[in-house]
T-cell receptor, first 115, second 112 residues
Framework: DGGITQSPKYLFRKEGQNVTLSCEQN?????MYWYRQDPGQGLRLIYY???????QKGDIAEGYSVSREKKESFPLTVTSAQKNPTAFYLC??????????????FGSGTQLSVL | QQQVKQSPQSLIVQKGGISIINCAYE??????FPWYQQFPGKGPALLIA?????SEKKEGRFTISFNKSAKQFSLHIMDSQPGDSATYFC???????????FGTGTSLTVIP
């Protein structure tokens, strides 16, 4: 089955620690995205990538970093600079970047909590 | 600033009833309005979407009504079923833009 795989499903971060969330897709999509979901706040864009080796900051990029070395992979690192990392993180992809009007395919998410 | 405002935050409907969720936006450059459905512990999935050249789009029991002059759009779920119990997000984007703006979500519970 084609889709987006996020791992792990649950992740715990200690104070001052960097953690990396994995996102892999086998849909052959060019564009990939990371969203953060907090209760009552909807989905907020952290980073997006239109093509391999290129990525752009979204609305809440501070304290996060990404890489896009392969078309199918878009890992997100939550750094120690992110002071409030507890949230549900969603990875998504779309066929291509036309500036909107694209269907987003989401993974099942990673719940990150602080110890 | 919330680009897309969604209400209500939660909704309880009897089985067979009509569920209505409303969204409003400010940016008149938005030209694509999707609705996503999310079950607990899962990622959202596209349910239905509309472009502003039509006032209504229907897919099965789900209908989007769009009012361009009022900058509002709504999701209507007819004959609501317990399996429809989920969180629903509206969103908006523009053809020349670079991201989707999501509403804050509505938790729908359909009581048998």
């Amino acid at each position: 089955d084609g889709g987006i795989t996020q791992s792990p499903k649950y992740l715990f971060r200690k104070e001052g620690q960097n953690v990396t969330l994995s996102c892999e897709q086998n849909l052959n999509h060019d564009a990939m995205y990371w969203y953060r979901q907090d209760p009552g706040q909807g989905l907020r864009l952290i980073y997006y990538s239109q093509i391999v080796n290129d990525f752009q900051k979204g609305d809440i990029a501070e304290g996060y970093s990404v890489s896009r070395e392969k078309k199918e992979s878009f890992p997100l690192t939550v750094t120690s600079a992110q002071k409030n990392p507890t949230a549900f993180y969603l990875c998504a992809s779309s066929i291509g970047w036309t500036g909107g009007g694209e269907k987003l395919f989401f993974g099942s998410g990673t719940q990150l909590s602080v110890l | 600033q919330q680009q897309v405002k969604q209400s209500p935050q939660s909704l309880i409907v009897q089985k067979g009833g009509i569920s209505i969720i409303n969204c409003a936006y400010e940016n008149t450059a938005f030209d694509y309005f999707p609705w996503y459905q999310q079950f607990p512990g899962k990622g959202p999935a596209l349910l239905i979407a509309i472009r502003p050249d039509v006032s209504e789009k229907k897919e099965g029991r789900f209908t989007i009504s769009f009012n361009k002059s009022a900058k509002q759009f709504s999701l209507h779920i007819m004959d609501s079923q317990p399996g429809d119990s989920a969180t629903y997000f509206c969103a908006a984007s523009r053809r020349t833009g670079n991201q989707f703006y999501f509403g804050t979500g509505t938790s729908l519970t359909v009581i048998p």
